[in-house]
């Protein structure tokens, strides 16, 4: 028989991993419809940025019509989004996580030590994903210029797998942000065992959170066209930025994940073995 020590030991170890299985499709339409619930936040949060990446987007613009490279302003504007929506991303995450009344006496837009630290999470995921991206496509990049199909090959196999590697690891690690957000950062080991047994569930809740719209701006590049001319260009300008500003909402995703996993208290369940041996 066993002691009643050794039973509280497999109790508490059954208890520490307890998996919840996160409820995909109810978390996908809570962050569809937050922008629509939550409409005054969603403009005290959103304008200085969608102001700022639109002035960004129009200088962008007029950088392409003297003959710089699109790669370098479309470059320019990634790390524009990312520091501008910053200070958004945060109010948008403590949000969804702790309601109204965490951000009623949050400022629309600054900087402070948590937006630094959100940040610096952001930059470390891209860099992440260069290193496990950028050498394969150069690899590639060097067989196609060159006519060399093994090394094309090679370079292409070694770009998907390190794609793949990326996004399981984005996967794991995306509590980080929501966790950075409310001040609740633990680090990096414990994102990553919150989100053991659900990196399906997450990874369904992160795309189909962004999915419409995805859908809404391609459609809305087909209906316009890539090169319009003048006032059709400052206009698909303006409403690319805004769906830009509005995938910005879909953040609501992991971060409602992370409250159900990680905030939410819930009843453990004893299987009948530990239950008999108490």
């Given at each position: 028989m066993e002691?009643p020590?050794?039973a509280?030991?497999?109790?508490n170890?059954?208890h520490?991993f307890t998996?919840?299985?996160l409820p995909?499709?109810?978390?996908?339409?809570?962050s569809?419809l937050?922008?629509?619930?939550?409409?005054?936040?969603?403009?005290?949060?959103?304008k200085?940025?969608f102001l700022l990446?639109?002035?960004?987007?129009?200088f962008?613009?007029?950088?392409?019509?003297?003959?710089v490279?699109?790669?370098?302003?479309?470059?320019?504007?990634?790390?524009?989004?990312?520091i501008?929506f910053?200070?958004?991303s945060?109010?948008?995450?403590k949000?969804?996580?702790r309601g109204?009344?965490s951000v009623?006496?949050?400022?629309?837009?600054a900087?402070?030590?948590?937006?630094w630290?959100y940040?610096?999470?952001?930059?470390?995921?891209?860099?992440?994903?260069?290193?496990?991206?950028g050498?394969?496509?150069?690899?590639?990049?060097?067989g196609?210029?060159?006519?060399?199909?093994q090394?094309?090959?090679?370079?292409g196999t070694?770009f998907f797998?390190?794609?793949?590697?990326?996004l399981?690891g984005y996967?794991?690690?995306?509590f980080?942000?929501?966790?950075?957000?409310?001040g609740?950062?633990?680090g990096?080991s414990a994102a990553?065992?919150?989100?053991?047994?659900?990196?399906e569930?997450?990874?369904?809740i992160?795309v189909?959170?962004?999915?419409p719209?995805?859908l809404?701006r391609?459609a809305?590049e087909?209906?316009i066209?890539?090169?319009?001319?003048g006032?059709?260009?400052?206009l698909r300008?303006?409403?690319?930025?805004l769906l830009?500003?509005?995938a910005?909402t879909?953040l609501?995703?992991?971060?409602?994940?992370y409250k159900?996993i990680?905030?939410?208290p819930?009843?453990?369940v004893?299987?009948?073995a530990v239950?008999a041996a108490?």
């Open positions: 002691s020590a050794t509280t030991q497999q109790t170890v059954q520490r998996v919840v299985q995909v499709f109810p978390i996908m339409v809570e569809l937050m922008p629509l619930n939550y409409l005054p936040e969603l403009v005290k949060f959103a200085i940025p990446i639109l002035a960004a987007d129009m962008c613009y007029v950088l392409e019509r003297q003959d490279s699109r790669s370098v302003t479309g470059s320019s504007m990634a790390i524009a989004h990312f501008l910053t200070p958004f945060v109010a948008w995450t949000l969804a996580i109204r009344a009623a006496k949050h400022p629309a837009f900087y402070s030590r948590t937006q630290a940040l610096l999470a952001t930059t470390a995921m891209m860099l992440a994903m260069l290193v496990c991206v050498p394969p496509f150069l690899l590639m990049r060097y196609q210029q060159n006519f060399d199909h090394i094309m090959m090679l370079g070694c797998l390190g794609l793949g590697v990326f399981i996967i794991r690690l995306a980080v942000f929501p966790a950075i957000a409310i609740r950062y633990a990096v990553w065992k919150q989100t053991a047994g659900n990196i569930r997450l990874a369904a992160l189909l959170s962004y999915l719209y995805w809404i391609e809305f087909w209906y066209g890539y090169h319009p001319p006032a059709v260009a400052a300008g303006i409403v690319d930025m830009v500003a509005l910005t879909a609501a995703g992991p971060a409602l994940a159900a990680a905030l939410e819930r009843v453990e004893v299987t009948p239950s108490l």
